[in-house]
């Protein structure tokens, strides 16, 4: 099994409210990640998980809070978004970090409004 | 600053002709080259994965190869299915990925 599923498939939000999105996978992978992708660009990295411990903070603004429960979920809590931060939100998953191939998920459409 | 560029930005091709499409690298440091379809909406699908120069890998109308400074994406009579976006991305020795900005791919029947 080589999936990785992530809900909501789409989420519209106001810039006052507080959502998350989720990820999951079940390949026994020891690496997650949260990039997003803006219409027409390539993936931008957001945050790594190694062993459940973040190891990559590419400087995201602090209302993106990661969250890693166990080595099989990964959480983005949103809060106070702005207009901007609508994209296409993917999650990721690899062996271990720095090694080896990465599998996406659909990714969450988010709009904020 | 590694770097990844990706060339042409956009192709359009008719249903069986085979074309290539290129993906060139800063030189120094590579740890691995990855590529990538992605369709509208959807989460990239990994197709490949090369790590040193000379290597090769196929699956169905695809070949990816690799040089010592670009890896090539080949699509041999290629379908209307086969459009989509295609990524490649290189790994510089850290956890992160850095990817190309894309190669749009539309196949006319």
């Known amino acids: 099994d080589t999936e990785v599923t992530q809900t909501p498939k789409h989420l519209v939000m106001g810039m006052t409210n507080k959502k998350s999105l989720k990820c999951e996978q079940h390949m026994g992978h020891r690496a997650m990640y949260w990039y997003k992708q803006k219409a027409k660009k390539p993936p931008e990295l957001m945050f790594v998980y190694s062993y459940e411990k973040l190891s990559i903070n590419e400087s995201v603004p602090s209302r993106f809070s990661p969250e890693c429960p166990n080595s099989s979920l990964l959480n983005l809590h949103l809060h106070a978004l702005q207009p901007e931060d609508s994209a296409l939100y993917l999650c990721?998953?690899?062996?271990?970090?720095?090694?080896?191939?990465?599998?996406f998920g659909p990714g969450t459409r988010l709009t904020v409004l | 600053e590694d770097q990844v560029t990706q060339s042409p930005e956009a192709l359009r091709l008719q249903e069986g002709e085979s074309s290539s499409l290129n993906c060139s690298y800063t030189?120094?440091?590579?740890?691995?080259l990855f590529w990538y379809r992605q369709d509208p909406g959807k989460g990239p699908e990994f197709l490949f994965t090369l790590y040193s120069a000379g290597e090769e890998k196929e699956k169905e109308r695809l070949k990816a190869t690799l040089t010592k400074k670009e890896s090539f994406l080949h699509i041999t009579a290629p379908k209307p299915e086969d459009s989509a976006t295609y990524l490649c991305a290189a790994r510089f020795g850290n956890e992160k990925l850095t990817f190309g900005t894309g190669t749009r791919l539309t196949i006319i029947p």
């Open positions: 030189v120094s440091g590579l740890r691995g």
């Open positions: 990721a998953s690899s062996s271990q970090a720095g090694l080896d191939e990465q599998f």
